[in-house]
């Protein structure tokens, strides 16, 4: 069986996938390349930074989503740690994979308290929750 190619998965990551190829941040286009060099390295205004970047798609591409999804099919993974979940696309591969290798957990994180919000929907839309 392959979640990935299955309802309600497979649509919601076209979607996703569409959204995020349309996504811009308006914020980002404002700033100079030195701005956001500065912003990117500072340590005391991050999370202005990320604040400005809520709306900001982080998303794998598909051909990484494919990928991970099958290291962990491969690994037969049950637990799997993921680190910066932006809006779910890449925890959906991963999901994917455990509930394909029999069933697990995932742990993820986010900073960024809208985009977590925006996860936890995609997931259980996707049905993998």
């Known amino acids: ?19 995020a190829d ?16 500065r912003l990117m390295q500072s340590k005391t205004e991050y999370l202005h930074f990320y604040e400005t970047l809520k709306d900001l798609w982080l998303p794998v591409s598909r051909e990484t989503g ?4 099958l290291l962990a ?5 049950r637990s799997i740690v993921e680190f910066g979940t932006s809006f779910g696309i890449s925890t959906l591969h991963l999901a994917a994979a455990a509930r394909d290798n029999g069933g697990g957990r995932i742990i993820t994180t986010e900073f960024e308290p809208s985009k977590v919000a925006r996860a936890k929907q995609h997931i259980a839309e996707g049905g993998l929750l």
């Not at 099919?73 to 993974?77: G, H, K, L």
């Open 1 to 19: 069986m392959n979640t990935l190619a299955a309802e309600p998965l497979a649509p919601l990551l076209d979607r996703l996938f569409e959204e």
């Open 22 to 37: 349309a996504a811009t941040s308006p914020a980002v286009a404002e700033w100079s390349r030195e701005e956001r060099s």
């Open 66 to 69: 494919r990928l991970l999804y």
């Open 73 to 77: 099919r491969a690994s037969v993974a």
